[in-house]
């Protein structure tokens, strides 16, 4: 018979000094809740750094279970992952940049061994790179983990849509789904707005000229990499080549010099980008296809 132990609730004087995922947790709510670090001081608040750290820790020992993966190393990396912009406020390269805090906070909680260690600091080290796929099973969880949490929230697909290159984007897209079909989720059709490429979709021209569109592609502070302009003034156009540009990587995400339109249709569902930080779902049976003067024939 094994005793029935009452739960600690984190409290740290209750902390099995052999529960070192435990203490692992306490450890970084404590940082975190220390820094109390303002919203105007970080890229994201306080706020989101409790909530997505602890949400991704829930998913990961789920996602864990579901792999049959370590549980104890999956929770320690994904608690860990975003450890740069917790401890900065900034996401800038943190994922590669966080790595050796999270090495060192680790040695700090101690009960690691070395093969462990290597196991977490690889969902760290690489859970940014989302459009990189790769054989090892705990690279590609701390990737998954994020995503499943990101996507929960009602604008994740508009700001990844907004802030990534769309070659970038398309990677966390196909993540999306194929978390979802694992969890055994309902895909979202929102997730499909990507698939099934055709080089016909951008059979549009451009109709101002180029000097008046950089100016408004320069004057934006996001990048240029899905703009398509309907309505008063402006088409954008691209081609084929653009496309297998961007999601090969070679194109840069401030180089404004190739412009680009996006039309995208999925099923009954068409993807327009009307300004640079906006975008519209639309059926194409739909008066608003009209409206946008979108000829159906080309979609």
């Not at 327009?272 to 024939?297: A, C, F, H």
Request: aromatic share 12%; with cysteine.
């Amino acid at each position: 018979m094994e005793e029935i132990k009452n739960y600690h609730h984190y409290k740290r004087d209750l902390l099995d000094k052999s529960d070192r995922i435990a203490r692992l947790e306490r450890h970084l709510m404590d940082l975190m809740l220390e820094l109390n670090v303002a919203d105007e001081a970080t890229e994201s608040s306080l706020v989101f750094d409790l909530k997505h750290q602890s949400n991704t820790v829930q998913f990961a020992r789920v996602l864990a279970r579901k792999r049959n993966l370590s549980e104890e190393i999956c929770v320690a990396g994904t608690a860990l992952h975003d450890i740069y912009p917790m401890t900065t406020g900034t996401y800038k390269n943190h994922a590669h940049a966080g790595t050796p805090i999270a090495e060192k906070i680790l040695d700090e909680i101690g009960g690691f061994s070395k093969e462990e260690k290597e196991d977490i600091l690889k969902i760290v080290y690489n859970h940014s790179d989302k459009h990189i796929w790769s054989d090892n099973p705990y690279e590609e969880f701390g990737k998954d983990v994020d995503i499943l949490d990101c996507f929960l929230y009602p604008t994740g697909f508009g700001y990844y849509l907004k802030y990534k290159p769309l070659g970038i984007y398309a990677h966390y897209i196909m993540r999306a789904k194929k978390v979802w079909e694992e969890l055994g989720l309902p895909v979202e059709t929102i997730f499909t707005v990507l698939d099934n490429y055709n080089e016909n979709w951008f059979d549009y021209s451009k109709i101002v000229d180029e000097a008046e569109l950089l100016s408004i592609l320069n004057n934006q502070s996001t990048p240029s990499f899905c703009f398509y302009a309907v309505g008063d003034n402006y088409k954008i156009f691209s081609n084929k080549q653009n496309w297998e540009s961007i999601i090969n990587g070679n194109r840069k995400q401030d180089d404004n010099s190739q412009l680009l339109e996006l039309v995208k249709t999925t099923g009954n569902i068409a993807l327009v980008w009307t300004v640079i930080d906006s975008y519209e779902l639309i059926d194409p049976d739909s008066n608003r296809v009209e409206e946008l003067g979108i000829n159906k024939e080309e979609m």
